[in-house]
């Protein structure tokens, strides 16, 4: 089973502030195939990014994401309120697929 | 637009079964692989089954192989998870997700609400 261990746990900036999450695989991702989701509370997790770096349909370009083999970085230029949630990577490529234990923005 | 509707959870004692079904609509479901994660606030999300396109090939977490059974219907666009020998740990919110493409092993691009499963003595 592939172990993704994502970092920091939290996060706290104020809006306007680039963030910078990490997530970190027990071994390399085969065709980069890691994706980033975003949860706000009481809501559905949402697909951000895909294939590593591909934004999803209706994402904002304040989201981008980077990184291969098992090393991945999702990073957001300039947040905006709605920003502050809980983002989880997660690799499906290999069964079983797995995800990490999710990074907390928090408004500072 | 996508639409994910899960119904079926419930109340049950462990050793119990359920099933949980989820409503599609939206989009052509027999083009599209299925999922069903869940979630705990001690664990976040925790990937539990998957099924492709046809029903075919199954995928399994080893915390619940030879307990759940995935399955679908294209008649009804409808996903169904088959929970037997429900544990304790089973408690968790369970949500419906749509895979991108007609095989498992691409990214979920739509997720359903969720529905509570609690499994208590």
């Known amino acids: 089973e592939i172990v993704l261990t994502q970092s920091p746990g939290a996060l706290s900036l104020p809006p306007g502030e680039r963030a910078t999450l990490s997530c970190r695989a027990s071994q390399s991702l085969s065709s980069s195939q890691l994706a980033w989701h975003q949860q706000r509370p009481g809501q559905a997790p949402r697909l951000l990014i895909y294939?590593?770096?591909i934004r999803a349909s209706g994402i904002p370009d304040r989201f981008s994401g980077s990184g291969s083999g098992a090393d991945f970085t999702l990073t957001i230029s300039r947040l905006e309120p709605e920003d502050f949630a809980v983002y989880y990577c997660?690799?499906?490529?290999?069964?079983?697929?797995?995800f990490g234990q999710g990074t907390k923005l928090e408004l500072k | 637009e996508v639409q994910l509707v899960e119904s079926g959870g419930s109340v049950v004692r462990p050793g119990a079964s359920l099933r949980l079904s989820c409503a599609a609509s939206?989009?052509?479901?027999?083009?599209?692989?299925m999922s069903w994660v869940r979630q705990t606030p001690e664990k976040g999300l925790e990937w539990v089954s998957a099924i492709n396109w046809n029903g075919g090939s199954r995928a399994y977490a080893e915390s619940v192989k030879g307990r759940f059974t995935i399955s679908r219907e294209s008649a009804k666009s409808s996903l169904y998870l088959q929970m037997n020998s429900l544990r304790a740990e089973d408690t968790a919110l369970y949500l419906c997700a749509r895979q991108g493409s007609s095989g498992y092993y691409s990214s979920i691009d739509s997720w359903g609400q969720g529905i509570l499963v609690t499994v208590s003595s």
């Open positions: 997660h690799q499906y490529g290999s069964s079983p697929h797995t």
């Open positions: 294939g590593a770096s």
């Open positions: 939206g989009f052509d479901f027999d083009g599209y692989a």
